[in-house]
């Protein structure tokens, strides 16, 4: 099927449909000069995904969702020089052009120039209508076509299941302590929302040596599942003032990163904090969401506010260290993947869309 083809995917025809329609007669725009085409054998569902169908993150319809995938290169375009036919590749959401102002002051995370393609550059076609790919990717399809950037080799060791997860929730949520805050051993971390996102986060401060990870969500059954990972503490929203009076005296949390961004949980994150503490955006939120902060609040209270895009990733780099991790039995991927949380809608499609090897397992989880 060299320069395109049919191939079988599940197509959101208009915002707000709450259901995605599995065709057979989608056609893949074959790949131009720098770019490749990978077939996805690893899907994962990220809350973005939900997102966009729903409309609280902006994606031109009719689109192909789904943007964590892995899975082997099988064609590559005129220039492509880093990647062949039969590489192993994690989808990289992100790529990174390298010669941007973003990239050029080593913060490829903020590159937005492949992003914006996405949304003015079609990846698919239905009869004669252009279909967009998902933060021009689409991987809820047998086949993608991508910039080289958003290909990244690994190792053939590496189960294209966990491979998947690592290209967008472990990515995130390990990055945003890691890369972002930098969390330093003793300190006190609180992270609100346990979805995968959030139990990567839960790994990530403990590998920074956090003495204190308290982990917040409203749904009780997912607190368990949260210690397995790491978490010392679970606690309901309701519950997280009293925990932090008991683990911190009162202070407040050095850390807190707010997975879910709504405007109750950035407050939330906010009061949990110690003077001079910080919390870390990592969910994405929505567009028509407000929160308010008084000037003085701000300054004399001395807290900051950051924003974690995708981990504040590399993901030259980024990618073969949480790898590095997981063969070191530091980072649990595969308990990840056994302990996923279901999105039902969009499982339902995904699972008529996997036959045979297409895709191989579908890796569920909420987050950013």
Known sequence: MDGGGVVRAAVLNAVGDDKLEIRDDVMLIPPAAGEVRVRVRAAGVC????SARDGALPQPVPAVLGHEASGDVVEVGDGVTELAPGDRVIVNWLPACGSCSSCVRGEPYLCMAHVMLGYVQPRFLAGETPVFGMAGCGVFAEEVVVPQQGAVKIADDVPYEVAALVG???????????????????????????????????????????????????????????????????????????????????????????????PQTLRSAWVSIRRGGAVVVVGAGRADHHVEFSPFELLFEGKRIMPSLYGSADVRRDYGRLLDLWRAGRLDLSGMISHRLRLDQIDEALASLGRGDVIRQVILHDGA
Request: proline share 2%.
């Open 168 to 262: 967008c929730g472990v990515m995130t949520g390990v990055g945003a302590v890691v890369n972002t805050a930098g969390v330093r051993p003793g300190e006190k971390v609180v992270i609100i929302g346990c979805g995968g996102v959030g139990i990567a986060a839960i790994q990530g401060a403990r590998l920074s040596g956090a003495s204190v990870i308290v982990a917040v969500d409203t749904a009780t059954e997912k607190h368990e599942v949260a210690k397995r990972f790491g978490a010392t503490h679970a606690v309901t929203p309701n519950e997280l003032s009293d925990l932090s009076t008991q683990v911190t005296g009162g202070e407040g949390f050095d850390w807190a990163f707010d997975v879910v961004a709504i």
């Open 47 to 50: 809350h973005s995904d939900l």
